[in-house]
Each structure stands twice: as C-alpha cells, then as structure tokens.
C-alpha cells in the first residue's frame, strides 16, 4: 500500500510540473493546442491515479 501511494504521489507530482511536458514543442502546434494536448492529457493521466488510489487492495489480495 505503501509502494502504491508513493507512485501516485510521485506520478502527480511530474504530471503537474510544465517541464516535463517539453517534448509537445517538437509537433509543432500552435500554443493554444499545445495547452489543450497538455491539459487533457494531464486531466487523463490525474484521474486514472485517482483510481489507482482508490483501490482497495486488501480486497485484491484474496
């Protein structure tokens, strides 16, 4: 559970931080497109940790 958490912490903190998403530059859009690309891939990525979080892995472990 530990190691879960820490990931999900982890994962939030480099989707939110504008330097790792750098890498858009080189398709070219125009900035209005590019802060679309990054916001719904970051919203995608943020809720698909939420998720995770929110598994209950004690119902996992059978």
Known sequence: KNDLSADVTAMRNVVTKK???KDLARFGLKKKEEDKLRNDTKAQILSGENRVA???LDLLKG
């Open 54 to 56: 929110s598994q209950d």
């Open 19 to 21: 330097e790792n998403w």
